[in-house]
């Protein structure tokens, strides 16, 4: 049996882990403190410490800012889009690398493996070059399209996949199932939590780009999120107010989705942890 | 059901030999595959042609090695290599002790409100770097901001955390730790789970102490996946742009300049591709470099 810590080793250990809690926590409060309040009420001093009632006209300028509604529309329907797509395509690679005797199988997954290591700055002025050649700068296409190559959610994938009882497949097979059926209503069936835990990877990596899009788009109605939070910080004399708003607008959707899959997230995340 | 199912598919699988068990994989890498290839081997590689290059009269040509040539003799980019690098030396191990830490401490069985704990600390993940810098600029502040509020109620002075002296290189220390911490805890408490309980049972036996098994089981056996968020934190040091671009443009006199800003100001400020190029293939040397360093250090013998 492990030794008991006594009593006051346990209250300093919670103490301190609720100490570095308020410390993650307090910046979203002081956000929200922010998106209610004129600046001058934060910015007074002792500043208000509760919400208060400035929420709509914080929006009202933050409308004549930026286009906020629309930037929020680009960055779901964007990041919605990628993560189905994103889904299948890592879904699908990580079956093929999992359950699959191929030739040229060890290639393929070690230079994407390999491929991590290169910094994604090394692809960015060429993609620019060609989405400009192509005609399709400032659209929603050339924001998706590039980041598809994501390669962790592949390699989280490929580990989920290793559950997949062969005897599973098998029995199929024998069953003359096609092999589109055994990955559409088989295998997938079986990875929710794994695809759970994918999907919020990729929909947080598309949510928080922010380099990509910053070249890509151009107008005001295309910027995405964190684009158009970006111009606010660039201003002068930044309306806090009104970039608070902002932030609480692009944060709390996914802190909401989050909560919704959380459980799916730990499982999907240690289900694909590095097995020794 | 199963005779409904072979009477369904076997006409089908006759006809179409074309899916079978030999060419499936395939056909499910193909997407993905084709992407990888227009999008990310093609780019780096044009991209390294690129960095040969140079522009003349909106037309570009190869000038041999003089983008190289400039970029050794170019100050601000020692300044922005400093401050990757200080970076790196400061935030990754800071950020990876207090990561480890936290796993370790919520992966212990007696601890309660665990998964209270883990999603508090993993939300600074679900923001944005953007979001993130934005409030910290209220919260950092001079004059105003809720930090040096509190500080002056320590009898501190008020301190330019985003214009004076080195402080401005701190805030982004401060900023990146809150914001990535979390997530190595997540990466870091996969690991911990699969760290047989027979070990720390046996260790418990022989007398070890808390302390003990933590340096001689849960260290040497977390050695993989730390490993990997090492070196996925170092990568990260290099690519920074988004939170020194929100909060201070790199400034002030380039203090907090990255070498990702300053090859995004050179390529789309500047509009100089090659030199641009030239800087992105540095950060991949040494990038490059610093994985493989960590890997012989790590002494792994795959």
Redesign the interface.
Known sequence: MKRKSTIVEQILLYLVLIIGLVITILPFYWMIIGATNRTGDVFRIPPTFVPGSYLLENLKHLNESILIWRSLFNSLFIAITYTLIGLLLCSAAGYAFAKFQFKGKNIFFTVLILSMMIPYQATIIPLFQMFAKLDLMNTYLAVILPQLVYVFPIFLMTQNMKAVPASLLEAARIDSAGEFYIFFRIVLPAMRPALAAVAIFLFNHQWNNFMWPLVIMNTKEMYTLPVALSTLAGQNSIDYGQAMLGTSISVLPVIVIFLFMQKHFVSGILGGAVKG | M?RS??DN??P??RKRQF????T??????A???T??TL??I???F??FL?SFQTRIRGEYHYAGLSNYARMIEDPIFYKALGNSFLILVIQVPLMLTLAVL?AV?LNSP?MKFKGL???????????????????????L?K??G?LN?LLAKIGIQPIGWLSDGYWPLVTLIIVMT?RWT?YNM??L???L??ISEDL?EAA?IDGA??VKQFFYITLPQLK??LL?TF?MST?GS??L??EP???T?GGPNNRTLTL?LY??QN??SYFD?GY??AL??A??AI??VL?LVQFKLAGDKD
């Open positions: 199963q199912l072979a598919h076997r089908e699988r899916v079978t068990i030999k499936m994989p395939y056909i499910l890498l997407p993905i595959l992407l990888f999008f990310y093609y780019p780096i044009y991209s690129l936290l401490v007696f704990f883990r999603i508090g600390y993993f939300t600074p993940v679900l923001t944005s770097l953007v979001a993130a810098s934005v409030i910290f600029l209220l919260i502040n004059d105003y809720l509020y809150w979390g997540v990466i408490l996969a690991g789970q699969n720390y418990s102490s808390r993989p996946v990997v070196i990568i290099f690519q742009f988004d671009y929100t909060l443009s990702t090859l995004y390529g789309f591709f641009a190029s992105t293939y950060v991949v990038v490059a994985s």
